[in-house]
């Protein structure tokens, strides 16, 4: 293997990037041929068949278990085991808190893993797990986010930002300063639920563990648990050829892939098999953490910012820390020489949070986007002209030049697409029947993450075809059909001459699908192997020989800085009588980089802009103070945007080349989406009713008069 | 597992004699909601009776201008058909706010009407409920409460009743006509549900074994000029935050002559808000009107910070409502 620098004109071609590729996989998912985690036909080596594991979680917040009764559980028929913190296997590494379950009588959170019951059917552990009694002695628990939580300073935040940054004098500034805003806004619990729940089928052998998994990354499954369960690496296969939908809730495993890690060692030649449900999905997969940023913006009368300030405050863990970083979005988006950004944490008595799409831009551009939206008010100026006088030169965090930030053509090309021009100035001036109507914008940005250590493996096969090799994973992004794309014009030849090979840790090192860095990370391995099969093989290699590189490093990420942009604009129409908000139109327009291929990525986009429109309208969860539970625990109860919600829809962007991101000229493009759309809706919301409403969601109570 | 038996029954008659002999029998009818009870462990019955094949599907026009809907008539034909969109409009458009269009092509007319709470409490067996477990307390009193009742609920439940069709039902004064061990019996909309008062357990005024085989609409010309608005947390498939069934009929000097008014989501039952409709007969239609009324019907209302908003939103919804039903327009 060789890691090499990819050398300039990496692609032999663009025959295929840019072309609308219909998704490799579209056909097996359509026609329910696709096999997901616990619908692979796994059996042991003589023809067992699996086993069913179910779920029996803590019902305190806090505490301990005293004692686990399975006598009534045993006795049920198809029963075969019961696991609890005094039988499960030991783990050899218990310092992740998340994942070292059953180890200790310790309970940390409502909804912790407390015991696993095996049985012979879905049904018989079901109801074996009903019939556990967990015998739990509950201690007092803090487990609402308020603002009197006490809260500290993590060393770093989600991401590995720094944890607060400081520039001139803002708060001197912000005294000095003749239009200011000074607000606070907040985000509640939201929760990822992809449509395919945290799902995994196991086998151990004796030797070897093999994990069918529902997961974003199978190298990071593997590279986790196999040290915490005393495994090598290379002892542990994690395949993951078809994933229902991740949302980051998937980036990293959680509680329930170890439990059925730990379940199957029990059992050695018996495949266990474990779907988590839904309600269980509210505790055990992450979700992203209520925030609170107090955002206080000081501008000159022409709205050209002097000072910033973002000092956001977010829940987490007593289990295991993680800092959304809600503030790190406001060190890039706008130009003032007075700046801070601060995160302070509050530890409860709650689930660990986790990636939810964009973790920090989504909340973070959400209350400052809205804060500017205040500013352009009380500054009486468009609210995209006041963005547009405040377009830095230069990166104001690292001082780097921008590779490609065209945030401004983002918002003019919107605003004329859009019919921004048409807009009354004044909020609550336009009615049409029982509704008031309103326009707002908002932009919207994401960092050009890039992972390092990817690996390609190409092979050439008979009639000049090529399989290509990495462990990476399509969680239902196209990313099957984009590499291929990328393999295709990296090799120069037809993508239906790629035989894609992926999902599976035994493969070339793939790292996770997230943070919006998968295609770039991946296909930059694929563009390096490719260039180095090409040099150590020629254009006709004979069948059967190989090449594998990794993916060097190629972005230009200490000289520029990298970041996509983008601008959302959106009608939203507000009911006179019940206060309900209704979305007619929402329209996105971003600078990407290139577009590998527009019907996926056009899918990407809109899929953010929903959920960020879902995120506006809907989604919340409601943690009940006594339990420390979400009670709003499933999906007729925890809403999230239904078709009916989601009206004319649109997503477009910059024609863009990024040779400066990667080979292939593209930046990620999943999260992007997201980022944004929440600050357009309320911001036409306040337009349409002069209601300024700062926290999420959009009730219609919040407009009731 | 639960073992359970399954019987799909014959006739009504049986039907009623199987489930009325065995206290933990129940009937299953589309099983949209009883199915998720199933799973969720909210209920455990040892023997479900099949009624959704009886032959009790059939829409017939009664003598007297009313209609007679057959149990089993699936929610999505009921609404589709001609003589309730014409007569009973309010039904029409209460069945198609609710739900999906799955569920309602499942859902039957008899089964809508005994759908229990979606009280999150309710559906989730670690906490305490009294509808579910008598006697284990409230936990929604001090819990989640967007949803709660702000008329006619009790320290043993403040959840409320989560049918559409009901308080179009109600409204329109439709009967259920009730088969039992001891023969058919005809219940007014009015007594068919209940408020929860000590026995929140209790949605109905049913015995266990009585079999809802037919509603009966009759007509009036307040059920012909009717329509249904529901508010709600997102545009479709979502439970009322309040709603609101009216039937309108004016003199010929424009006055008030007949009004009817049913609330949804503001109670244990379809709120018929008789309060209000007493202040508006004789009156002419406004909108100042009907806000009066409104809040005169709303002097009992019990709110806390959860449940404020409803007030002033049922307020506002009927308002809205009649006011475009005294305009003509039919929606």
Not at chain 1, 7 to 33: C, H, M, Y
Not at chain 1, 668 to 692: F, P, S
Not at chain 2, 9 to 15: E, F, M, R, T
Request: overall charge negative.
């Amino acid at each position: 293997m060789t890691a090499n620098e990819v050398t300039p004109d990496p692609l032999r071609s663009t025959a295929s990037i840019g072309t609308s590729l219909l998704r490799r996989d579209g056909v097996e998912k359509v026609t329910g041929d696709a096999t997901y985690a616990v619908e692979h036909p796994v059996t042991g080596p003589a023809g067992e068949p699996p086993l069913h594991a179910w779920l029996v979680t803590s019902t305190v917040a806090r505490g301990r278990v005293a004692a686990v009764d399975a006598t009534a559980a045993l006795a049920h028929p198809g029963v075969v085991s019961v696991l609890d913190h005094t039988s499960a296997p030991r783990l050899a590494d218990t310092s992740d808190a998340e994942l070292a379950i059953l180890q200790a009588d310790a309970i940390a959170f409502r909804g912790q893993i407390v015991a696993v019951v095996l049985a012979e059917t879905s049904e018989s552990a079901r109801e074996g797990a009903a019939l556990v009694h967990v015998e739990q002695e509950a201690e007092p628990h803090a487990s609402i986010f308020e603002e009197d939580s006490p809260t500290y300073a993590p060393e770093q935040v989600n991401g590995g930002s720094e944890t607060d940054t400081l520039d001139g004098e803002p708060d001197e500034a912000l005294a000095r300063a003749l239009v200011t805003v000074d607000a606070t806004y907040t985000t509640p619990h939201e929760h990822n639920n992809p449509m395919e729940p945290h799902a995994a089928t196991a086998l151990w052998d004796g030797e070897q563990l093999t994990l069918h998994d529902s997961t974003q990354g199978p190298r990071p499954v593997r590279g986790t648990l196999a040290p915490m369960l005393g495994l090598e690496e290379e002892q542990v296969r994690v395949l993951a050829p078809y994933v229902g939908g991740g949302f980051g809730s998937k980036g990293l495993p959680h509680a329930p892939e170890m439990a059925v890690a730990l379940a199957a060692m029990t059992v050695p030649g018996q495949p266990v098999r474990l779907a988590v449900t839904r309600q269980q999905m509210f505790a055990l997969t992450g979700y992203r953490p209520p925030t609170r940023s107090h955002v206080r913006l000081g501008a000159h009368p022409d709205g050209r910012l002097e000072a910033l300030r973002d000092d956001a405050v977010t829940q987490s863990s007593r289990v295991k820390e993680f800092a959304e970083q809600a503030a790190v979005p406001a060190r890039v988006m706008y130009a003032a020489p007075h700046r801070a950004t601060t995160h302070r944490v509050a530890e409860l008595d709650v689930p660990v949070p986790s990636w939810m799409r964009a973790p920090g831009e989504m909340p973070g551009m959400y209350a400052q986007e809205v804060a500017v939206d205040e500013l352009a008010l009380h500054a009486g100026l468009d609210p995209v002209e006041l963005r547009v006088r405040n377009e830095p030169d230069v990166d104001p965090d690292t001082g780097n030049p921008w590779g490609n930030r065209r945030l401004v053509e983002c918002l003019r090309r919107g605003a004329e697409r859009f019919g921004w021009a048409d807009r009354p100035t004044e909020a609550r001036a336009t009615v049409d029947g029982e509704w008031w109507v309103g326009t707002g914008v908002a932009a919207s940005t994401y960092p050009m993450l890039w992972m390092p250590g990817n690996v390609a493996r190409i092979r050439s096969l008979d009639g000049g075809r090529y399989a290509v090799a990495i462990a990476a994973t399509d969680i239902g992004t196209g990313a099957r059909t984009v590499l291929t794309q990328i393999a295709a014009d990296a090799l120069g030849c037809p993508p239906e001459a790629i035989d894609l090979d992926m999902a599976d840790s035994d493969l070339p090192f793939g790292s996770v699908a997230g943070g919006s860095s998968g295609t770039t990370s991946w296909g930059t391995a694929i563009v390096a192997a490719a260039q180095q099969f090409r040099a150590d093989h020629g254009e006709h290699p004979d069948p059967g020989v190989e090449t594998t590189a990794a993916s060097g490093q190629y972005a230009d990420m200490d000289g520029h800085a990298l970041h996509s942009f983008g601008a959302v604009f959106c009608e939203a129409r507000v009911h006179r009588y019940t206060g309900e908000v209704r979305v007619p139109r929402l329209l996105g327009v971003y600078s990407v980089g290139r577009v590998v291929n527009p019907r996926t990525a056009r899918s990407q986009l809109l899929g953010g802009l929903v959920m960020g429109l879902s995120a506006a309208l809907h989604e919340e969860g409601w943690r009940d103070p006594r339990t420390g539970h979400v009670v709003t625990q499933d999906l007729a109860t925890y809403h999230v945007a239904a078709h009916a919600d989601v009206q004319q829809l649109e997503a477009g962007w910059l024609d863009d080349v990024d040779e400066l991101s990667t080979p292939m000229g593209s930046r990620g493009i999943g999260e992007i989406g997201i980022v944004g759309t929440a600050a357009a809706v309320a911001n036409a919301t306040y337009h349409a009713t002069g209601v300024r409403v700062r926290d999420l969601p959009l009730t219609a109570d919040r407009f009731l008069e | 597992m639960k073992e359970l038996t399954y019987h799909r029954a014959d006739d009504a008659a049986s039907a009623v004699a199987l489930v009325a002999a065995d206290p933990d029998a129940r009937f299953l009818g589309g099983g949209t909601n009883l199915v998720d009870h199933l799973k969720l462990g909210v209920t455990s019955p040892t023997t479900l009776v099949d009624v959704s094949r009886l032959p009790l599907d059939e829409v017939s026009e009664l003598p007297d201008g009313g209609l007679r809907i057959g149990t089993n008539v699936r929610n999505s034909d009921l609404a589709a058909h001609r003589a309730v969109r014409r007569g009973w409009p309010v039904v029409a458009r209460a069945l198609l706010a609710g739900a999906s269009g799955q569920i309602r092509n499942q859902a039957t007319t008899g089964g809508n009407l005994l759908q229990r709470t979606r009280c999150v409490y309710f559906q989730d067996v670690t906490t305490p409920c009294n509808k579910r477990e008598p006697g284990t307390g409230c936990s929604a009193i001090g819990g989640y409460g967007r949803y709660n009742a702000v008329l006619g609920a009790s320290e043993a439940c403040v959840t409320t009743h989560p049918s559409d069709l009901a308080v179009a039902l109600a409204a329109v004064d439709a009967t259920v006509v009730v088969l039992g061990p001891d023969g058919e019996r005809r219940v007014p909309m009015s007594d068919f549900h209940r408020l929860p008062g000590d026995r929140p357990e209790q949605d109905t005024t049913l015995a266990h074994g009585e079999l809802v085989t037919a509603v009966e609409l009759p007509a009036s010309a307040a059920a012909r000029r009717s329509t249904y608005r529901k508010a709600r947390d997102r545009a479709s498939y979502a439970f009322a935050l309040v709603s609101v069934a009216a039937g309108l009929e004016l003199d010929d000097d424009g006055r008030v002559s007949d009004v009817r008014i049913a609330w949804g989501g503001v109670a244990h039952k379809p709120w018929r808000a008789e309060v209000a409709e007493a202040e508006l007969r004789g009156r002419f239609v406004s909108e100042e009107a009907v806000r009066a009324a409104a809040e005169a019907e709303l002097a009992a209302a019990v709110t806390d910070e959860q449940t404020a908003y409803k007030v002033p939103m049922v307020r506002n919804l009927t308002a809205l409502t009649l006011t475009g039903l005294a305009e003509g327009a039919t929606r």
